[in-house]
């Protein structure tokens, strides 16, 4: 059977880092567009940009080739490079032996990106894409308005 493909814009926005936040998302398969956003009161950029992704991807209720378009180099960089195939390996540990930033993130996308065939693209911000700036557009606007509590955060349990 052959899987729906699917664009996945994302990006998160920080008004300080940490700071209020936000993420914005949009999904694409043919003709039609799903918009999602969210703030949150005290985050990072990272998780905002993290989260995007894994709201993004949790929303498809069945398996799909993902084509994920990001202007975060620490998303894209972690799935194209290897870097999450790693940490996992070595529970959440990077090379150096420290502990992963956002490790309960990287724990909630890594059964996503098994369930989708995710190729990362990575855009440079506030350039040309349309969607990522209309991501950046929703991001912003939820981090300004911030209702949602990153819990893992507040507690420190993020370590970033």
Same mark, same amino acid.
């Given at each position: 059977? &052959? ?17 209020? #936040? #936000? ?34 991807? &949790? ?12 202007? +975060? ?8 490079? #290897? ?61 300004? +308005?911030?209702?949602?509590?990153? &819990? ?9």
């Amino acid at each position: 059977m &052959e899987r729906k493909q699917v664009a996945l814009y994302t990006d998160g926005a920080c008004s300080g880092n940490p700071g209020p #936040g #936000g993420y914005g998302v949009i999904l694409c398969h043919g003709p039609h567009e799903k918009v999602l956003s969210a703030g949150f009161r005290r985050t990072t950029n990272n998780r905002m940009e993290l989260l995007a992704v894994i709201v993004g991807l &949790e929303q498809l209720n069945q398996p799909c080739q993902v084509t994920l378009v990001s202007d +975060s180099r620490y998303v894209v960089d972690a799935l194209a490079k #290897g870097w999450l195939r790693r940490w996992q390996a070595a529970g959440y540990r990077k090379a150096d032996g420290k502990p992963v930033l956002n490790p309960d993130l990287w724990r909630r996308l890594a059964p996503l990106l098994e369930r989708h065939e995710v190729r990362p693209v990575w855009v440079r911000g506030h350039e040309d894409n349309p969607y990522n700036n209309r991501c950046d557009a929703l991001a912003v606007a939820a981090a300004a +308005s911030p209702a949602g509590i990153d &819990e893992v955060f507040e507690q420190g349990g993020a370590q970033d």
